[in-house]
């Protein structure tokens, strides 16, 4: 084997693309290895690829050269191939000829294995393998045609590979293609009038480390000699190669600054050539600023690390790309940046508290919702209504009613203040905050207030989970809900409902969010009827001008029952498991999503634990239903009718597994016991009894038989039962 | 430096590297962008390279004079390098140097930031440059402009001259600003900022600049269709009219949600219109004369 390396140099190409493109870096490579014949014995597993903001990096071993390879020439058949005399014939003679051969030289074969008589002639045509220096050209700009890029962009680049125009996610600007130290000849050229113009850049054996660093001669380039060669000359040029070793350098050095473990941190990784930490402070005056003001400043718009003190935030740690050397130069920059949004920050804190939350309620007939829906005023009169609702369905404990109505009354106030037109993504939060400091506000009230825009992702520790208990959770949930609900019954009921990967108003996430509000947050021992206060959001809009095509409400419903699904699957129960939890009955779906929740839970235990029995049950279970779709009436069951043992032996199981009360795992199990009755019941009656009170006695026991199961699950949409 | 310092250097620099040094553009715009030297050159084949300060009018983002770093009018400086040099990013890095700013002694970075305007029909991919955390420099690399696909890609490196001037200076009032030694940015601008702010929010007459919108507009497209061509930069000065009037309106908060994107397409409608004419034009600017044969009749 020969020791590959190619390094694509470019502009700065965005961070969240790279590691996508290291992946497909390493696939590429593999697959086209593969097909031009030059994996030798070697697997995939020796493939390295390492990436930083500006370049993408491959080592890997290749075949010195392409097994040799036999071609097959099919040539004329022999009836064709030779005449009545059986001297060959012009045919032969050409064919044989056109391959450098005497026609004696020839096989004679069949081509179709299963036609053994129908014979023609054969050259076998041996094609020795190229060497790999001379295939790999090819296989490079096969490997830099297949990244895949969320956004392409022209650079006006041609590459000599047939397919011409050459689009990639930024400018290239060097290319290091090494076999074993030799350089392996590849250009791109100019593209001019859509032609292929003069020679843009060539393939070399020279990396660029740090734009600046080190100091003097940054930028300049130094040769390499191979992947290992390549990590180091790149190091000493202020460059790592190896994103695990920024990740690990930036985690360290943050720790090192007193800075706890923060998401934002992550995103530095792939941002940055050479990670060193600065620490900045945030002047005395600003920290008296609510910490979710400061943390959006420097986490959102400058994806800096907060650094709590006490209870507020006193410095921030920062990445940056450089050796440190000039950092406090550096650090009173970054200062006067994170200063110059805090100053705005401050007085909006100062402005917007000079009015209550509850005085800016009428404002809000200025914040316009969706044109044809109406402002957000009318939108926090629904939600009141869609309280009391819930109320009336006797969801809403009674002490709660008050201080539901008030939080949906208070929770889109602070649209209107310039803290959150400024800093949108504080709206929910500035409103929790300026309940909290205008005084002798329920706290309750202002922690629903807060909290109302979440859940907006589907992990069940996700937020608001453990920062809401209690009274302040029921209320969170009613807002919540209500609000969610609200922009469902809006949007639906305007066409404007999500299609395909089209999702404009990220209903599909407020969806989910109804859903997590009643599996997380909702108390437990009730829960409202989705289909109820769905059939309440859309009452609570106008009658539309022209009525909508389809029946909304059903439309509403089937999307809750389908992010239902998503959320459980999201949750890591296999589909088949979902849907047929989703599909029971009592209570439906829609009445009690955490019943459902429940018995997805009994359903994996116990298809884990038992599943050739659950099989066969549920085989039983689809030859009960296949009848009673077909004959329908109903009746109760009279064991006056019984004629057989088997009927008798199956009443008596239903009977008494109807009794039994307990969790959905244990009433699950305990329907296994039916496998020996259902089957027998089977083999010994005939359902479709002559007397038509027999046969109606005995579908309504079949019935009664599946009614156990519906309660549970509906085991038809089980993989491979349906 | 103060700020006319600033703009000698930048030009002097462009100019050393090739660039023709013209002017700011007679009629309101948003942004350089909007400038012909921009909107029109960076279409068709012909090579260009082009600096120039430009104005730039965003009458929602006035704030009476009051806040220290938002205004109704501040000051890009505007390179088109057509087609992007392989170097180009270093050029740019070295004219950082050139008003004073040592990267090696700094925090540089790309950072992912492409750009869009729905009114021109046009947009890019590129970076916003930050400088210790501070966005001084928009580059973008031009992929289409009024609905076109360009080729070859212009570079574009749009400076913000008074970010860049505050961070100079180290003042953090723009309008603390030296414009020149004697002279603070607040005695040239403040009074217009305030003036021009009151202007658009309040005192603009909404129902004449409706009219000079549609008017605009109306205007841009007769003479685009008069016999005979070469209308296109007439037309385009109408079209830049009818984005200014959006602008009042829109700050004046007379532009409803259902109207805007209305209005943003008819500007662009007409931006392309123009666009077209202008690489027509071009081809036939640029084309060997063809010989005079067969006579061609327009169906």
């Known amino acids: 084997m020969a020791e590959l390396l190619i390094e694509i140099g470019f502009e700065e190409m965005p961070a969240s693309w790279l590691p996508g493109l290291g992946e497909g870096l390493a696939s590429s490579f593999a697959s086209l290895r593969e097909k031009h014949g030059l994996s030798g014995d070697g697997g995939s597993s020796d493939v390295r690829v390492m990436w930083g903001p500006r370049r993408l990096a491959l080592g890997a071993g290749v075949s010195e050269r392409q097994a040799d390879a036999d071609t097959l020439v099919w040539g004329p058949a022999l009836k064709a191939a030779k005449d009545a005399t059986g001297a060959w014939t012009k045919a032969a003679d050409g064919f044989a000829k056109k391959n450098g051969v005497a026609p004696e030289a020839l096989l004679t074969r069949a081509k179709d294995a299963n036609k053994p008589d129908e014979l023609n002639l054969l050259f076998v045509k041996a094609v020795p393998g190229r060497p790999a220096g001379e295939v790999l050209p090819e296989l490079l700009a096969a490997l830099l045609r297949s990244l895949a890029f969320p956004k392409r962009m022209s650079w006006d680049a041609w590459l000599d590979d047939g397919k011409g125009a050459f689009p990639f996610g930024r400018p290239i600007r060097w290319i290091v293609a090494l076999l074993d130290g030799a350089v392996i000849p590849f250009e791109i050229f100019e593209l001019v009038n859509a032609a292929k113009g003069a020679r843009l850049l060539g393939s070399g054996r020279a990396t660029h480390g740090h734009r600046f660093l080190p100091r003097g001669s940054g930028g300049a380039p130094a040769d390499v000699a191979s992947f290992d060669d390549l990590i180091k000359r790149l190091r000493e040029r202020h460059v790592l190669l ?55 400043v420097l986490v959102h718009h400058q994806k800096y690390v ?143 207030v807060r909290w109302h825009y979440h859940p907006v992702s589907v992990e069940e520790t996700a937020a608001p989970a453990g920062a809401v208990a209690g009274r302040a959770a029921r209320l969170f949930a009613a807002v919540s809900l209500a609000d969610k609900l609200d922009t469902l019954a809006g949007y639906f009921s305007i066409g404007e409902m999500p299609t395909g990967s089209r999702d404009p108003f990220g209903l599909r996430r407020a969806g989910q969010g109804v859903i997590r509000v ?70 439906a779906a829609l009445e009690n999503p955490r019943e459902v929740l429940l018995r997805a839970r009994a359903l994996a235990q116990v298809l884990g634990e038992a599943a050739a029995d659950f099989q066969s049950l549920a085989v039983a279970f689809k030859r009960a239903r296949n009848i009673l779709d077909k004959d329908a009436p109903a009746t109760a069951v009279d064991p006056k009718l019984f004629d057989h043992d088997a009927e008798r032996e199956l009443h008596a199981a239903v009977v008494a597994l109807g009794r039994g009360a307990g969790a959905y795992a244990e009433r699950l199990v305990a329907l296994r016991s039916l496998r020996a009755p259902v089957d027998r019941f089977f083999d010994q009656v005939l359902v479709m009894a002559e007397d038509a009170s027999v046969r109606g006695n005995r579908l309504a026991l079949l019935r009664e038989t599946l009614g156990l199961f519906y309660r549970i699950a509906d085991l038809s949409r089980l993989g491979g039962i349906a | 430096m103060n700020l006319q310092e600033i703009v000698f250097a930048l030009q002097r620099y462009w100019a050393q590297h090739g660039c023709l040094v013209h002017q700011p553009w007679d009629v309101e715009v948003g942004a350089g962008t909007m400038h012909p030297e921009t909107f029109l050159r960076v279409l068709g084949p012909r090579h260009w390279n082009v600096a120039y300060l430009q104005p730039s009018r965003r009458p929602a983002d006035g704030r009476y004079g009051e806040n220290p770093n938002r205004l109704y009018k501040h000051q890009q ?158 037309a385009y000065d109408w079209c830049l009219k009818s984005s200014h009037a959006f602008n009042v309106l829109d700050a004046r908060g007379a532009i409803s949600v259902s109207q805007r994107a209305g209005m943003i397409l008819a500007i662009r409608k007409l931006a392309c219109a123009v666009a077209a004419g202008w690489v027509e034009a071009e081809h036939a600017r640029l084309a060997p004369p063809a010989p005079a044969a067969t006579e061609v009749t327009r169906g």
């Open chain 1, 518 to 587: 009643l599996l997380d947050f909702w108390p437990q021992g009730s829960s409202p009827d989705l289909r109820t206060l769905v059939r309440a959001a859309l009452a609570a809009y106008p009658a539309p001008a022209k009525p909508p095509a389809m029946p909304v409400a059903e439309a509403l419903d089937n999307f809750l029952l389908e992010r239902l699904e998503a959320v459980l699957a999201a949750r890591g129960f296999a589909v088949d498991v979902v849907r047929a939890a989703v599909g029971a009955a009592e209570p």
């Open chain 1, 242 to 296: 190896d994103p695990a070793e920024r990740a690990a350098r930036i985690d360290a050095s943050l720790q090192t600054a007193g800075a706890p473990a923060h998401e934002i941190a992550g995103e530095w990784r792939d941002l940055v050539e050479w990670p060193t930490v600065l620490v900045g402070s945030v002047p005395e005056e600003f920290r008296s600023l609510p910490v979710d003001v400061l943390e959006t």
């Open chain 2, 77 to 234: 400086f505007q390179v088109i390098l057509k087609p992007a040099p392989k170097d180009v990013q270093d050029v740019y890095l070295a004219s950082l140097e050139a008003i004073g700013i040592d990267p090696a002694a700094h925090d540089v970075r790309f950072e992912e930031d492409n750009w869009e305007s729905p009114t021109l029909g046009a947009w890019g991919i590129g970076w916003q440059v930050l400088l210790d955390g501070q966005e001084i420099t928009q580059f973008t690399y031009f992929q289409q402009a009024g609905g076109i696909d360009l080729a070859p890609i212009s570079a574009e490196i749009t400076y913000g001259l008074e970010r860049i001037a505050m961070y100079l200076q180290d003042v953090d009032d723009v309008y603390d600003l030296r414009w020149s030694d004697g002279v603070r940015y607040r005695d040239v601008r403040h009074e217009e900022e305030f003036q021009l702010s009151r202007y658009s929010f309040e005192q603009a007459d909404v129902e004449l600049h409706r009219r000079i919108f549609d008017q605009s507009l109306a205007e841009g497209w007769r003479v685009l269709k008069l016999e005979g061509g070469r209308t296109v930069l007439p």
């Open chain 1, 306 to 448: 907060p650094i709590p003190d006490g209870n507020t935030i006193a410095r921030f740690a920062a990445v940056t790309n450089t050796d440190g050397a000039a950092g406090a130069a550096i650090v009173a920059g970054m200062e006067r940046v994170v200063v110059a949004r805090l100053r705005d920050a401050a007085f909006f804190w100062g402005e917007d508290r000079k009015r209550t939350l509850a005085d800016r309620v009428a404002d809000l007939e200025g914040v316009t919702f969706h044109r044809e829906l109406g402002s957000y005023r009318q939108k926090a009169e629904r939600l009141e209504k869609l309280v009391d609702a819930m109320a009336a369905a006797g969801v809403l404990a009674k002490d709660d009613v008050d201080g539901a109505r008030e939080a949906a009354r208070l929770c889109k106030a602070d649209l209107t203040t310039a803290m959150v037109r400024e800093f949108t993504e504080l709206q929910g939060v500035m409103g929790g905050l300026y309940l909290e400091a205008q005084g002798g506000a329920d706290a309750d009230v202002a922690a629903a």
